[in-house]
């Protein structure tokens, strides 16, 4: 009996028979009775699931290649791939960013690993199979930290402020058969120790959490020639170094870190397995990878950002209102006695070296943001505080004969970058971060020794237009409004004093009749206490009669 005697070409059951059929074939080309067939260099996606490992397979593999490197990768779930098809802890490795160097054996034409999901839920994964030959260095030869005998991972950990990545040394490459040289037995150029690591990082998309995208990035990170054409190298490390390296962390701007291991001596390299992430979690309920940004935040930025564009535009204007604001920042107590200096005696040129000192701090925070803040002298403390507070310290010097324009100079660019800081809580700017390193090195010890490196896209150039097209507008409105008035407002101090006399000696003045404060004061309270006071009823009562 034919398929068309039992179901007619025009049964619904016939379309959806044949679309089983083809959905059917097509898992099956991928894992066909949880077996896959891979081929050299080539990324190829996988699913995978807890119950059942899946079987992964190269064959036919050339006498030319000494050692592959299997990666597996995923968005954000844990996977674990092994050598065994039960894993052990000696002979497998789990993460979203995973893998193992195979060191083959003579003759060796055929090699198998086994994947599968470790998080309880079944998954879509990427795997890839870079071949090396003998002359090229084995990452992570020189294991003597992690579990794996020959480890070609890096390890991620993150927190607020830092970043950090660790691998396993390097070996010297050799023939198929041969023994390993020996890792730390000598030192001198014919070990090892002549090895050198590149560290090289990669941006993602700002706030593009798609994982078609991040498998497109890993590509571009899994080889050396690719690592060297799309990867930014931050630090080349010598064997005599720590294998650990530090970021500055930036949750929700996904990143991508790899390692590449270089032999000077034969000109050979090799990469270590990338790793990526997002500085956020995407499993948690509240504070996720989608919803970093606190409403409280966005109101706290919003408030700060009006507040900088009056600042911006009206900031030489009203000189007691915004020297108030200032100075309430630093210091209650102190910002009360500046005020009060300034009031009295009206001196403008203590508050222009506060000012002049605020400029400083956003021109210094500005400098280090450039690539002179990666220069490793700067991972020092001395010399990197010392250094930031010279720069600071050069702006209200360098401006103290012209005090007037630099107090519009400082409103406007110190307002304008509050508009920056706001939108940094609904759109992700790198701008934002000009000031929050310098907040983390000061609040973190640890953070010296992180670079700073941020991406810059397409955001944060149109964010830096907004940003100069606000200093210009705030520069040409408040000298216009300027232009023919004094330099600073009046003193209020001598307003005061003057007023009083014109109230004094002019009786024409409706203020001159009104009376002390002291008296003013008395019929205040008075007023206040009758208002507690129950009323008593007036007139004649007619008396009870009995």
């Known amino acids: 009996m034919r398929f068309v005697d039992v179901f007619p070409k025009s049964s619904p059951l016939c379309c959806l028979f044949l679309f089983f059929l083809c959905w059917n074939g097509a898992a099956n080309t991928d894992t066909r009775a949880g077996l896959l067939e891979l081929s050299l260099g080539k990324f190829k996606k996988v699913f995978l699931n807890k119950t059942i490992p899946t079987e992964a397979i190269l064959r036919d593999i050339g006498s030319n290649v000494f050692f592959l490197i299997f990666q597996l990768h995923t968005h954000h779930l844990n996977t674990t791939v092994s050598f065994n098809k039960i894993p052990s802890k000696d002979s497998s490795v789990t993460g979203a960013d995973v893998g193992l160097l195979s060191v083959l054996r003579p003759e060796q034409t055929v090699n198998t690993w086994y994947l599968q999901s470790t998080d309880g839920s079944a998954l879509w994964a990427s795997v890839v199979i870079i071949p090396y030959g003998e002359r090229d260095p084995i990452p992570g030869g020189c294991n003597l930290e992690f579990n794996l005998e020959t480890d070609p991972n890096i390890y991620l950990q993150y927190n ?50 798609r994982e078609a995208v991040l498998l497109s990035h890993l590509q571009n990170m899994s080889t050396v020639q690719l690592v060297k054409a799309y990867g930014i190298q931050l630090v080349r490390l010598t064997s005599d170094e720590m294998s650990t390296v530090s970021f500055s962390s930036i949750p929700g701007e996904g990143v991508i870190y790899n390692v590449i291991v ?27 990878c989608f919803t970093l940004g606190k409403i409280s935040t966005k109101i706290f930025f919003t408030i700060i950002a009006v507040a900088g564009l009056f600042v911006c535009f ?22 009360f006695l500046f005020v009060v200096y300034w009031w009295r005696f009206g001196c403008v040129f203590l508050c222009m070296v506060i000012v002049g000192l605020v400029l400083g701090f956003l021109i210094s925070s500005l400098v280090f943001f450039t690539p002179i803040g990666e220069f490793k002298v700067f991972h020092d403390d001395t010399v990197f505080w010392l250094t930031f507070t010279c720069i600071a310290m050069v702006v ?27 939108i940094n809580s609904y759109i992700y700017t790198s701008l934002s971060y000009i000031t929050f390193n310098i907040l983390k090195r000061a609040l973190n010890t640890d953070f010296s020794s992180a670079y700073t490196n941020v991406p810059f896209q397409v955001n944060d150039i149109i964010i830096i237009i907004v940003w100069m097209i606000l200093v210009a507008s705030g520069l040409v409105v408040q000298t216009s409004r300027e232009k023919g008035q004094p330099p600073f407002p009046p003193n209020p101090y001598k307003v005061w004093k003057h007023e009083r006399a014109r109230r004094q000696t002019n009786i024409l003045d409706p203020s001159h009749h009104v009376p002390p404060f002291r008296t003013r004061l008395q019929n205040l309270l008075t007023q206040i206490q009758g208002f507690f006071q129950k009323k008593q009823p007036s007139g004649e009562r007619t008396p009870l009669l009995l």
């Open 396 to 422: 209200p010097l360098a401006c103290f004969a012209c005090p007037r324009f630099l107090n519009i100079l400082a409103c406007s660019i110190v307002g304008s970058y509050a508009v920056v800081l706001a």
């Open 160 to 209: 607020l402020y830092e970043t950090t990545i660790k691998f396993a040394p390097a070996n010297l490459g050799y023939a198929r058969g041969a023994s390993p040289p020996l890792c730390d037995v000598n030192t001198d150029q014919n070990s090892r120790w002549r090895l050198q690591y590149d560290v090289y990082q990669h941006f993602l998309p700002e706030s593009d959490f």
């Open 262 to 288: 270089r032999d000077p001596l034969l000109n050979t390299s090799a990469a270590y397995v990338p790793v990526h992430t997002y500085v956020c979690n995407f499993n948690a309920t509240m504070d996720n």
């Open 314 to 335: 009206f900031g030489h204007k009203f000189l007691k209102t915004v020297r108030l604001v200032l100075t309430a920042v630093t210091g209650a107590a102190g910002g």
